[in-house]
């Protein structure tokens, strides 16, 4: 009796969905169970990124992790989440601060704030959160706004949109 | 012979001590050369899996003649190491984020395409461990492809197979997969 992959990868190849459901039929006949299997693979079977990727994004982070202090900056060309770093701007009391593509939902160029979280944990977060919060409810046409916060293995990430005229004054440390 | 060379010949011979041997070794050797290379690193360079498992073989192996069933042991090898160094990683990860007390989403069934990184490698590993019972070849195309970074063609050659043949078990392993993951979700979310 054929199972539920040969199954599924010739229902896959057939013309229609009509010819589909009538070729699942009949190869499933008497078996409801295998008939659900089948129709839960192929309702699986969609053509997104899944697993096309690889892990390969992780491995940088993982076995880098043994012992690895100054190599865990960012460097320009890093993805870190969204975000794909293009130059350095400035240097803050307890971050760096980069030009970066931000990649989705829309493409655009954004300020990114790294901060080292190896330097001083939590009162540099607790800070940073302070300072998100702060911008949040500023509401001013030179202040950028931050839109999302998040954190790397490195360091935490404020994103800002980039001002084309000038870094913001409060950037300036 | 060299000693990783006896070492796979007999892993062809059924033997599973051989076998975690190998894995050990392997895993070991990997983590030298990822730490080599980060240490020397131009900026911006990535570190890519299919490298380093290249690397591995290389230095492990060399260039004498091997048979396609040796190779297809040591690269099975190099993914399922390569494997447990993820997989610890994102568990690491998982942890933090959960002890942090931030606001942590789980894994919805339809954000599986753009599920955070550590979160997927997770969901895929533990429904891997499944789908290894039930479909052992299916299972080491994913761990080649996912795991060392294989491309389609290069899987297929190292398993010895036809393209088409790698195809259709991808595509097979891919709903398998993404099926098992959804029935873990719903395990989860029942009260």
């Known amino acids: 009796m054929t199972g539920e992959r040969e199954i599924f990868l010739e229902a896959l190849e057939q013309p229609s969905a009509e010819a589909r459901a009538i070729f699942i039929e009949r190869a499933t006949a008497g078996d409801p169970r295998l008939r659900e299997a089948v129709e839960a693979l192929l309702a699986n079977h969609q053509p997104d990124r899944f697993l096309e990727e690889g892990a390969a994004g992780l491995l940088r982070e993982s076995l880098g992790a043994a012992g ?37 939902p829309v493409r655009r160029q954004v300020a ?25 409810l500023m509401d001013h046409p ?6 999302d916060g998040g954190a790397t293995a490195a360091g935490a990430i404020a994103r800002r949109r980039h001002s084309r005229s000038r870094i913001q004054p409060h950037l300036r440390d | 012979m060299s ?18 041997q190998l894995l050990a070794l392997v895993y070991t050797e990997l983590k030298r050369i990822a730490a080599q290379k980060m240490a020397g690193e131009a900026p911006g360079n990535t570190l890519q899996p299919t490298a380093l498992v290249h690397e591995a073989w290389m230095r492990m192996v060399g260039d004498g003649e091997v048979q396609f069933e040796n190779r297809a042991h040591f690269f099975s090898a190099a993914a399922e190491a ?53 479909d052992p070849t299916a299972a080491n195309l994913v761990m080649l492809r996912y795991f060392v970074g294989m491309t389609m063609d290069e899987a297929a050659t190292t398993m010895s197979v036809p393209l088409r043949t790698a195809e259709r078990t991808w595509t097979y392993a891919r709903a398998w997969l993404r099926r098992q993951i959804g029935r873990q979700l719903s395990t989860l979310e029942r009260p």
């Open chain 1, 112 to 136: 990114v704030k790294v901060i080292k979280l190896g330097m001083d944990t939590k009162s540099i977060v607790a800070r940073f959160e302070a300072e998100r919060q702060a911008l949040a």
């Open chain 2, 82 to 134: 390569m494997r447990r160094i993820l997989v610890d990683s994102a568990r690491r990860k998982h942890a933090i984020k959960r002890g942090s007390g931030a606001a942590h989403e789980e894994l919805q069934e339809d954000r599986l395409a753009q599920a955070l990184p550590d979160e997927e490698v997770l969901a895929v590993d533990e429904a891997l461990e499944l789908l290894a019972k039930e």
């Open chain 2, 3 to 20: 000693e990783i060379t006896q070492l796979l010949s007999e892993i062809r011979g059924g033997n599973q001590q051989r076998a975690e």
């Open chain 1, 68 to 104: 690895r202090l100054t190599s865990q900056e960012e460097q320009i060309g890093d993805s870190v989440g969204r975000y794909k770093l293009l130059e350095k701007i400035g240097e803050g009391g307890f971050g760096v601060v980069y030009r970066a593509e931000q990649q989705e």
């Open chain 1, 142 to 147: 030179s202040i950028a706004r931050v839109f």
